[in-house]
């Protein structure tokens, strides 16, 4: 994921249409995109880590602030090392989609995958010497 989220960063051109750069404001719904996906997979995968119990709402937050983070880190390196135009706004969009998948996760998705992927490994051989009968 982090291989995905350093390519479309800086890549010059990483989708390869030079068409899209005549969209207005089109540049901070791809950085809000790919950042709300990258909090959603972080945080589904410290969820999936934690099954059976739950989740702590703080480490949540956290996840959704060191993404926001990412985003204003790789904004600096962009400037620093391509000679890019540092623009706050990309951060502001990153931001915000980090914080936006902390709150969809947490205020619509938390109970349906947790419901899911409880069911799911109650078979699972690490979960299996608490069902034994003796």
């Known amino acids: 994921m982090l291989l995905a989220v350093f390519y479309f960063t800086f890549a010059r ?13 089109l540049k901070y719904l791809g ?3 790919l950042y709300f996906t990258v909090c959603l997979v972080f945080i589904f995968d410290y969820a ?3 099954l059976p119990h739950h989740s702590k709402i703080n ?8 993404t926001g983070v990412l985003s204003l880190i790789m904004e600096i390196a962009k400037m620093h090392r391509f ?5 706050l706004n990309n951060v502001y969009a990153a931001s ?6 902390f709150a969809f996760y947490h205020f619509w998705l ?13 078979h699972h051989w690490r979960y299996q010497h608490r069902r034994k009968k003796k």
């Open 83 to 87: 000679g890019f135009n540092y623009d």
């Open 110 to 122: 938390l109970h349906p995958f947790r419901h899911y992927l409880y069911h799911s490994i109650q």
């Open 13 to 25: 051109n990483p989708l390869g249409l030079n068409a899209l750069h005549s969209i207005p404001y």
């Open 48 to 50: 999936k880590a934690r």
């Open 96 to 101: 915000f989609g980090s914080l936006l998948a």
């Open 59 to 66: 480490q949540e937050i956290g996840i959704a602030v060191a």
């Open 31 to 33: 950085h809000f995109l």
